[in-house]
């Protein structure tokens, strides 16, 4: 079963899926589609969702309740008969996350003998802070629960070279595999469509972009402080933050503390198409610190905007910073200079944003699942193909 080129029955184990938007569900949908593209027939499991349907093919749906701590995750209630029934025929299983649904997906590997690879999507030990202190485990522990989970599977995905290392540096001694799942290169061919001047009233060309979660760990206080210190380098500049999250009311009213609000566009979440358009007229910002690989960075890297980014965890692994964006570290002003510096020189923005293209093309989902299928066939034959 490890000849990649016959057809497989693959099992996704996760506990975020649509409607949800964030980088694991992105993840699964583009490895969804691009698996069964190859012929593999693919098998989502996940939490029920009050705003999805229980019908769709392929999908295996579990009753489910919120997860209190944080958006986005529901607690899967381990029953549905009919996914228990396909279980023991697939050939490998991969589960994403490591909650309710990913526990699944360990126990029917050991259960019926099916090689195991789990990608390790979230630095957890940085997400502790959404649990109250009072059952708040800590960093060690996290390790230590990490370690023991990993250690039970037949193989690791680390979304980064940096996670990589931060996973073994836990003590994990299963194969870890630096495997950055990459976008759809087709998805961003199109032309612009969506004018953000007549859709969004901005009309300017000092426009910056930021697209994901609205939570403490996207360090978005930062970016708008940053924001405002550009603005007294480039006074036409206007941010646009595309995404939500739990600190949305914060964000807004921080702006308005910092006096920036007037230039802050909060967009919402986009549709896919939009927000395409939105990342090729834009010069893209991005400050988070606990990003095993920032997805969104190589969205953005596909539709060829330049990126400036704080140089941590997984931007040190997709930007080459002077070639295909700009690296910097976590001070107001450096950021702020960077982004002027793009603004002011268009010849140097376009050069950075046809680089990035050019290596998020080298990187892109058709590549990637290339890549996973191979790590797939080492759970068989013991070493990568």
């Given at each position: 079963m490890g000849d990649r080129s016959k057809s497989m029955r693959i099992g996704l184990f996760t506990d975020t899926y649509v409607?949800?938007?964030?980088?694991?569900?992105?993840?699964?949908?583009t490895m969804t589609r691009e698996l069964r593209k190859k012929g593999h027939e693919v098998f989502v499991f996940c939490p029920?969702?009050?705003?999805?349907?229980?019908?769709?093919?392929?999908?295996?749906?579990?009753?489910?309740?919120?997860?209190?701590?944080?958006?986005?995750?529901?607690?899967?209630i381990p029953y549905n008969s009919?996914?228990?029934?396909?279980?023991?025929?697939?050939?490998?299983?991969?589960?994403?996350?490591?909650?309710?649904?990913?526990?699944?997906?360990?126990?029917?590997?050991?259960?019926?003998?099916?090689p195991h690879v789990h990608t390790y999507h979230t630095l957890?030990?940085?997400?502790?802070?959404?649990?109250?202190?009072?059952?708040?485990?800590?960093?060690?522990?996290?390790?230590?629960?990490?370690?023991?989970?990993?250690?039970?599977?037949?193989?690791i995905i680390a979304p980064s070279n940096q996670m990589k290392t931060e996973l073994?540096?836990?003590?994990?001694?299963?194969?870890?595999?630096?495997?950055?799942f990459g976008v759809d290169e087709e998805e961003f061919s199109h032309e612009i469509r969506w004018n953000v001047t007549t859709e969004l009233n901005i009309n300017t060309k000092d426009l910056l972009l930021y697209v994901g979660r609205f939570g403490p760990e996207k360090n978005l206080d930062f970016l708008l402080r940053s924001f405002r210190q550009l603005l007294t380098l480039r006074p036409g500049a206007r941010l646009i933050v595309a995404g939500d999250g739990p600190q949305r009311e914060f964000l807004k009213k921080y702006?308005?503390?910092?006096?920036?609000?007037?230039?802050?566009?909060?967009?919402?979440?986009?549709?896919?198409?939009e927000l395409v358009d939105l990342y090729k007229q834009s010069l893209f910002v991005f400050a988070s610190k606990?990003?095993?690989?920032?997805?969104?960075?190589?969205?953005?890297?596909?539709?060829?905007?330049?990126?400036?980014?704080?140089?941590?965890?997984?931007?040190?692994?997709?930007?080459?910073?002077?070639?295909?964006?700009?690296?910097?570290g976590e001070d107001e002003n450096e950021f702020a200079r960077a982004c002027a510096r793009l603004l002011q020189d268009g010849d140097e923005r376009r050069r950075l944003g046809t680089a990035a293209r050019e290596w998020a093309r080298s990187q892109s989902s058709q590549v990637s699942t290339g890549r996973l299928l191979d790590i797939y066939s080492s759970c068989f034959s013991g070493s990568p193909s």
């Open positions: 409607p949800e938007v964030n980088g694991v569900v992105t993840v699964i949908k029920s969702h009050p705003d999805r349907d229980d019908f769709w093919p392929g999908v295996y749906s579990f009753p489910s309740l919120k997860f209190a701590f944080y958006e986005g995750m529901r607690v899967a009919s996914a228990f029934r396909l279980i023991p025929s697939v050939d490998i299983i991969h589960s994403h996350t490591p909650g309710s649904m990913g526990l699944m997906g360990l126990w029917a590997s050991k259960l019926y003998h099916i957890l030990v940085d997400y502790r802070r959404y649990l109250p202190r009072v059952i708040r485990p800590n960093r060690g522990m996290v390790k230590s629960i990490s370690r023991l989970l990993c250690n039970r599977c037949d193989a073994e540096s836990y003590g994990i001694t299963r194969p870890v595999y630096a495997l950055p702006a308005l503390t910092l006096g920036i609000a007037p230039f802050v566009t909060f967009a919402g979440c986009l549709q896919r198409r606990t990003e095993t690989q920032g997805l969104v960075l190589e969205e953005a890297m596909m539709a060829g905007a330049a990126v400036v980014a704080i140089g941590i965890m997984g931007p040190r692994d997709i930007i080459t910073s002077g070639k295909t964006g700009i690296l910097v």
